[in-house]
């Protein structure tokens, strides 16, 4: 299965802080990229235990006895890890977002490049997809999706004219639904605007920032004392949650002061953000909205 090269490769294992032995947890394998690279840094005692809920990642599996591949949703990490007999990790791997091989295959509809039934369904065993969600949500939940999840300013009128052209005939395809939004698509921000209505979508039937929040909460009580977290986010919704989650522990809101003025958060970020060079972006287009950030639990 040809996936692409992980993004900020090394940036992004170097945060772990990989202890030899220790025990590390890749919640978006994809094609292992990160994977490798953190057991080329283990030792015979370490152990490495991936996530991913797309079964196409499991073709990519790594024969190695340190390694332990999860078909399922970074949101059941703590029950998963549990079950296999994992109460705290030395650090945790994330690189959120759809993978180039989920954009690459046409008949997966992530990609504005292809035409394609509306799928976006990053768990192919679910049933809820992109068709579901542009042909059963009411004109108010769509103008919602399309506005919190897209950043869309004409989210309004989108929502109106999806609802209308779907009276005649389901919109069962990327072609339908481009040409029901074409007064919205001007010729010179078209793959712009595309891409914020799929970003849109695609966050809806895949729960992404619920998800993310879920697994956020989890870290802290998997991660040991100093364990590391290492996360990639390529747009701003994701980047924001991780960011806020890092520095107060919470998504909203700032912590609770003590009678000294003093806080206590979970985690404590480790230096600034991290984008890719102009190098890397060159070489992987992918990477060009890359965002990441570390930090270890105190």
Do not use: W
């Amino acid at each position: 299965m040809e996936y692409h090269n992980a993004v900020l490769l090394t940036e992004t294992v170097d945060g772990l802080d990989i202890q030899p032995n220790g025990v590390y947890v890749d919640v978006t394998f994809g094609g292992g990229g990160h994977s490798r690279e953190i057991l080329s840094r283990l030792g015979a005692h370490g152990k490495l235990i991936a996530f991913d809920q797309d079964t196409d990642a499991l073709e990519n599996a790594i024969d190695d006895p340190r390694f332990l591949l999860i078909n399922e949703n970074f949101r059941f990490l703590k029950r998963f890890l549990r079950f296999h007999g994992y109460k705290e990790v030395d650090g945790i791997l994330g690189d959120f977002g759809v993978s180039s091989h989920q954009f690459d295959v046409a008949d997966r509809g992530f990609s504005t490049r292809f035409e394609a039934d509306l799928d976006m369904r990053m768990n192919q065993k679910s049933a809820f997809s992109a068709y579901d969600v542009i042909n059963t949500y009411e004109e108010t939940e769509i103008r919602k999706v399309l506005f919190q999840y897209g950043e869309l300013r004409a989210a309004a009128g989108m929502a109106r004219v999806i609802c209308e052209a779907r009276k005649s005939e389901p919109i069962k395809s990327s072609e339908q639904l481009k040409k029901a939004l074409g007064r919205f698509l001007p010729k010179h921000k078209e793959n712009k605007i595309l891409a914020q209505i799929y970003q849109a979508i695609r966050i809806e039937v895949n729960q992404e920032l619920d998800a993310l929040k879920e697994f956020l909460l989890q870290t802290v009580e998997v991660l040991k004392p100093e364990g590391r977290l290492s996360l990639i986010s390529y747009h701003s919704l994701e980047d924001r949650l991780v960011k806020r989650f890092m520095r107060n522990g919470m998504f909203e809101g700032e912590p609770e002061k003590d009678v000294f003025g003093r806080v206590e958060v979970p985690l404590k970020p480790v230096g600034k953000f991290i984008i890719p060079s102009e190098e890397e972006i060159k070489k992987n287009n992918r990477a060009r909205s890359a965002k990441l950030r570390i930090a270890k639990k105190l």
